[in-house]
């Protein structure tokens, strides 16, 4: 069965700083790849999602992910954090279509302001 | 994207009893999720309910604990029964959009309290 692994479970940072929260899968074949965000009281939310093309996708907010498919990485990015990007963020994988989402665990983001 | 609304949005149960929690779209989509997301952790799909039919269930997820009613393409039911408090969670909607083919959108959630 396909798996998603989120290694940074919790990460502080302050505000201004890069952010890099890794997304790594274990599916060898054809996926879709998505970031969602659940901010604190919110529900969750589309940040970007990758199916094909270009690896480097932008999202909202500012955020970015990166596709390696050597290295079946789904890795986000955003330059300069700042204290509304507080949030869990969750790294999700789709196998093709009618499969189901499979979510990694989650990473809690505090930002200081 | 769609517009997802469920009701609740949260309640206090006692162990034994049932709830209902509704899932409204505000567009016509095929498919219809239920996750559950325990305490500090992620997502689980309970199953996928399908219009028509009776809904697939996830691996260690049965009918009779989560009975799924979809009675039209906007519309759909997850029942928590015979609840104990390791049922406590928060249980969340999601539809596949309609012209987002292949992406998900979640509703607000139902957070579960059992007692």
């Known amino acids: 069965a396909q798996s998603v692994s989120q290694h940074n479970h919790h990460v502080i940072l302050s505000e201004a700083a890069s952010l890099e929260l890794g997304c790594n899968y274990s599916?060898?074949?054809?996926?879709?790849l998505f970031w969602y965000v659940q901010y604190p009281g919110q529900h969750l939310q589309l940040l970007l999602k990758?199916?094909?093309?270009?690896?480097l996708v932008k999202g909202i907010k500012g955020f970015e992910a990166e596709f390696i498919k050597s290295k079946f990485s789904f890795n986000l990015r955003k330059p300069s954090v700042q204290w509304s990007d507080t949030a869990e963020y969750f790294c999700?994988?789709?196998?093709?279509?009618?499969?189901?989402?499979?979510f990694g665990t989650g990473t809690r983001l505090a930002v200081r302001p | 994207s769609a517009v997802i609304s469920q009701k609740p949005s949260r309640d206090i149960c006692q162990r034994g009893t049932s709830l209902t929690i509704q899932c409204q779209v505000d567009s016509q989509v095929t498919m219809m999720f239920w996750y559950r997301q325990q305490p500090g952790q992620s997502l689980t799909l309970i199953a996928t309910a399908n219009q028509g039919s009776e809904a697939t269930y996830e691996s260690g997820f049965v009918i009779d604990k989560f009975p799924i009613s979809r009675p039209n393409l906007t519309f759909s039911t997850l029942t928590v029964s015979n609840m104990s408090p390791e049922d406590s969670s928060i249980y969340l909607c999601?539809?596949?959009?309609?012209?987002?083919?292949?992406?998900?959108?979640f509703g607000p959630g139902t957070r579960l309290l059992v007692l």
């Open positions: 999601s539809v596949e959009a309609p012209r987002a083919v292949e992406t998900q959108y």
């Open positions: 990758y199916f094909s093309g270009d690896p």
């Open positions: 599916y060898g074949g054809t996926v879709n």
């Open positions: 999700a994988v789709k196998k093709s279509s009618g499969d189901k989402l499979t």
